[in-house]
């Protein structure tokens, strides 16, 4: 994880919140990652993340099984064209590691997941989050 962290913390102009113990965000968001691109430091008031970490299951999302130790899902916005140049048709486990899925809930909307980004798909999951914040920022232009 630490490697995708750090490709998306050096991008210009990169938001990201982490919520923690003491926040003012609801604790299922505990240990999550959320990127937006926000030059000024500042949440976009009517924008969602381009990308997100998250570290467990969501209630309704719960078929990437990331309730078990040391699992987490690297989902990035990638548009709809995008979506369909990357994601078979045959649909795999969503579970699978290391391997481009359709998001088990936002896939419509052209959003991505990678459970466990690793040799196979680590630089192609960089690529991904470089063209998010890349499109985030020519929307917020």
Excluded: C
Aim: aromatic share 8%; glycine share 8%; net charge negative.
């Amino acid at each position: 994880m630490e490697q995708i962290l750090s490709v998306a913390r050096g991008l210009d102009g990169v938001l990201e919140l982490a919520p923690g113990p003491g926040s003012e965000f609801p604790e299922i968001a505990w240990g999550d990652h959320f990127f937006y691109y926000a030059p000024d430091g500042r949440v976009p008031e009517r924008q969602q993340p381009y990308a997100t970490i998250v570290t467990k299951d969501y209630p309704g999302d719960t078929s990437s099984d990331l309730d078990r130790p040391g699992r987490w899902r690297l989902n990035v916005h990638v548009g709809r064209t995008a979506f369909a140049r990357l994601v078979d048709a045959v649909a795999p486990d969503p579970a699978t590691a290391d391997t481009v899925l359709a998001h088990p809930v936002y896939a419509r909307q052209g959003w991505v997941s990678i459970v466990e980004p690793g040799e196979r798909t680590a630089a192609l999951a960089a690529d991904l989050l470089r063209d998010a914040h890349e499109a985030a920022r020519r929307r917020a232009s």
